[in-house]
Structure formats: C-alpha cells, structure tokens
C-alpha cells in the first residue's frame, strides 16, 4: 500500500487455506467488509488464474456493508512439495461514486495516477492438511470441557451388556423352548409305532381267527376220532393266538 492510498475495505482473512486434496475441487471465502460512508469498486487478481476461479471477481460495496468473494482451487492431480504454494492474490479497491455498477468497473480506475482513491491488499495462499473424519469411539469435545460420551459409546456399551447379560439368557429361553418340543415328537413317535403294532397284532389275531374256524369245521366234518395232524393243527393255532392276544 502506498503512502497516497488507505485502507478502504477491511479483508478478512488475510491468507487463504485450502485444505489440499488431490483431484478434488477445495473453495474458501473471504470477507470485504466497507466500513466507509461511500462506495468501493473491487477486482480481484491472482498470480495464478487459470488454477483458480474466483466469484465475483470484481463489484462494488456500498456503504457500512460487506461482499463475500468465493475463491475455487481447481482439481490437482499432485500436492505440491512440502505443501508449499507461491501463489497470491491482490485486491484491489477504489472510492466510485454513488450509482455506479459493475459493468462500469475497469482496470484503469485501481491505478494511483487516475486520480481516484485506491488501495490494494496483497494475500498468501496456503495449503493445510483436510480435517480427519470424526472418530467412530470418540467425538472431539469444545475447548476446555470434558469429552462427551459420543452416540457410538452409547452403542458399544448396549453391545456388551448384551453379550454379557442377554445372551445367555436367549439360548436358556431357546433350550426351554425346544425341549417340549423335543418331548412332543418323541411321544408322538412311540405312539404311533404302538398304534401300528397293535393294528399288525390286530390282523394277526383275525388272520388266526379264521384259521381256526377253518380247522374246527374240517374236524367236525370228520366221522370218528380226530386225526392226529388236525389235532396238532389246532394246538398251534391256539399256542400263536395265545401269544398274539399277550402282546
């Protein structure tokens, strides 16, 4: 800034940090804040443009107000060595008169030897490291209070207290669950395997049955004794009915 010139927008920050990533587009902002009764012509200027976009890059601020001013880094393919950037801007600024407006904005009004009032503030550009995601266990806390117990604590301790209390409280609940079950099938098997003996003991017991009267009616059509085989004959008969009726 020269002797002849003063201060007539107030900028705020003076550096622009950009959290560096690579291939990925980073924008900051900065203030121009006229704390002046008149009106300010701005342009902003970089050693850098086809690196950067800035918007707007030129305007005018009235009188006890403020303009912000979006400043792109384009996509880089690199970081740079030791993270170190050369690049500057310059802002420059002029005392215009009431009712002007951007289209009338030139270069030729931000020279000292145009007669108008003009400034110009020089800014760095620096790159620093992006923010770290937020811990999944811990979220950071404000300056000079304890840290708070983040939702994932909250999640992590109902995790163990289950695995601790409900765990084995569910398999005991699933064991007492499935034994009746368990009982019921076995009962049913065992019933059903003495229904099906019993309906087989059941027809052996018809099948003798009308074996017997076969055997009773032959003998009785005999005219004397009782031969000796059908005499046997019906001694089996009554040995396997005998048997059959037991089961």
Same mark, same amino acid.
């Given at each position: 800034?020269?002797?002849?010139?003063?201060?007539?927008?107030?900028?705020?920050?003076?550096?622009?940090?950009?959290?560096?990533?690579?291939?990925?587009?980073?924008?900051?902002?900065?203030?121009?804040?006229?704390?002046?009764?008149?009106?300010?012509?701005?342009? *902003?200027?970089?050693?850098?443009? $086809?690196?950067?976009? &800035?918007? !707007?890059?030129?305007?005018?601020? +009235?009188? #006890?107000?403020? =303009?912000?001013?979006?400043?792109?880094?384009?996509?880089?393919?690199?970081?740079?060595?030791?993270?170190?950037?050369?690049?500057?801007?310059?802002?420059?600024?002029?005392?215009?008169?009431?009712?002007?407006?951007?289209?009338?904005?030139?270069?030729?009004?931000?020279?000292?030897?145009?007669?108008?009032? *003009?400034?110009?503030?020089?800014? $760095?550009?620096?790159? &620093?490291? !992006?923010?770290?995601?937020?811990? +999944?266990? #811990?979220?950071? =806390?404000?300056?000079?209070?304890?840290?708070?117990?983040?939702?994932?604590?909250?999640?992590?301790?109902?995790?163990?207290?289950?695995?601790?209390?409900?765990?084995?409280?569910?398999?005991?609940?699933?064991?007492?669950?499935?034994?009746?079950?368990?009982?019921?099938?076995?009962?049913?098997?065992?019933?059903?395997?003495?229904?099906?003996?019993?309906?087989?003991?059941?027809?052996?017991?018809?099948?003798?049955?009308?074996?017997?009267?076969?055997?009773?009616?032959?003998?009785?059509?005999?005219?004397?004794?009782?031969?000796?085989?059908?005499?046997?004959?019906?001694?089996?008969?009554?040995?396997?009915?005998?048997?059959?009726?037991?089961?």
């Amino acid at each position: 800034m020269g002797s002849d010139s003063k201060e007539l927008l107030e900028i705020e920050p003076l550096e622009l940090c950009f959290p560096f990533e690579t291939k990925k587009q980073i924008s900051c902002s900065m203030l121009l804040t006229n704390r002046t009764d008149g009106y300010i012509a701005f342009k *902003v200027k970089t050693t850098s443009p $086809k690196k950067y976009c &800035v918007r !707007p890059n030129s305007g005018i601020v +009235p009188p #006890r107000s403020a =303009s912000d001013v979006i400043v792109t880094m384009q996509a880089q393919k690199e970081a740079p060595q030791d993270m170190q950037c050369k690049d500057k801007f310059l802002v420059q600024s002029a005392v215009v008169t009431e009712g002007t407006t951007v289209k009338d904005i030139t270069g030729e009004m931000f020279k000292k030897d145009s007669g108008n009032v *003009v400034d110009e503030v020089k800014l $760095k550009v620096l790159y &620093v490291q !992006p923010p770290r995601p937020p811990s +999944p266990v #811990r979220e950071g =806390s404000e300056e000079g209070s304890p840290p708070r117990p983040s939702l994932s604590d909250g999640i992590y301790r109902d995790m163990e207290a289950t695995k601790e209390t409900d765990e084995p409280t569910s398999f005991a609940e699933m064991r007492a669950h499935k034994e009746p079950e368990e009982v019921t099938f076995e009962t049913s098997a065992l019933i059903s395997r003495l229904t099906e003996e019993r309906n087989s003991a059941i027809q052996q017991n018809n099948k003798l049955r009308e074996e017997l009267e076969m055997v009773r009616r032959e003998i009785s059509k005999q005219d004397g004794g009782f031969p000796f085989v059908f005499v046997v004959a019906v001694a089996l008969l009554g040995i396997l009915l005998g048997f059959v009726m037991k089961r």
